[in-house]
């Protein structure tokens, strides 16, 4: 069973902090036995959030809010547009992080086709990515951490945002391939209403599967 919450689309956004702060509580809950596997959707207020592996230069200073996080990797940006979502999972045993975020990828690869983006997996990097006319682009970035065996953060699909906030920083830390938005690659404006309900179908019918 996965109980899906959608907490906030386009107009009533939320601030990055609440949003944490009820992926804490919702992690705490699934810890405890109290609540089943839980996905949140959401869209954020503009925000840089840096992991672990960030370094001091390359945080940007163009005056948006730069949020410090628990999950690994580097600087990346959420805003208005973009759907987030926060999987918060409790993983069987033995516990294989990396088969996580691949799954996360090949759902989101299922989600997306069906909106007419041709994702696909890169050996060695996370996330979902498509081929441009002139690049390699990232389409949807992913994020974890694994806490007492439940998972927290998850991933972030670029709908009609802007790119804006992606030009200060080298997302994610990859300097040799693009970032793009849904609505680019199939040249109709998509937002993230018009997504979520794929993506939470394609979520529900795979941990529905998984638990059965």
């Known amino acids: 069973m996965l109980d ?8 009533s956004f939320v601030p990055y902090l609440d949003g ?5 509580r919702v992690h705490a809950e699934v ?14 207020e503009a925000v840089y959030t840096a992991g672990k592996r960030t370094e001091p230069q390359e945080r940007p200073t163009d005056g948006t809010p730069v949020v410090d996080v628990d999950r690994g990797g ?10 987030v979502g926060y999987p918060i999972l409790r993983l069987i045993e033995p516990m294989d992080v990396v088969a996580h975020v691949r799954r996360l990828e090949r759902l989101l690869i299922a989600a997306l086709g069906e909106h007419g983006v041709d994702g696909y997996q890169v050996e060695g990097r996370s996330g979902v990515w498509v081929r441009r006319p002139l690049s390699e682009d990232k389409v949807a970035a992913i994020g ?6 439940v998972t927290m953060h ?11 906030g992606f030009r200060g920083i080298i997302p994610c ?8 938005t849904v609505s680019e690659v199939v040249g109709a404006h998509i937002s993230p209403a018009d997504i979520v309900d794929t993506v939470a179908r394609v979520f529900e019918a795979e941990y529905a599967a998984v638990s059965a």
């Not at 899906?4 to 107009?11: D, E, K, T, V, W």
């Not at 810890?31 to 954020?44: F, I, M, R, W, Y």
């Not at 580097?74 to 759907?83: A, D, V």
């Not at 974890?144 to 065996?149: C, D």
């Open 4 to 11: 899906i919450q959608i907490a906030g689309l386009a107009p």
């Open 173 to 180: 830390g990859i300097t040799d391939a693009g970032v793009t």
């Open 74 to 83: 580097k600087i990346t940006w959420h805003g208005p547009g973009q759907l």
């Open 154 to 164: 998850g991933f972030a699909i670029n709908c009609d945002n802007t790119l804006a």
């Open 31 to 44: 810890v405890a036995g109290t609540k089943p596997d839980t996905l949140l959707l959401l869209e954020h």
């Open 20 to 24: 944490w702060a009820l992926q804490r």
């Open 144 to 149: 974890v951490r694994v806490e007492k065996g």
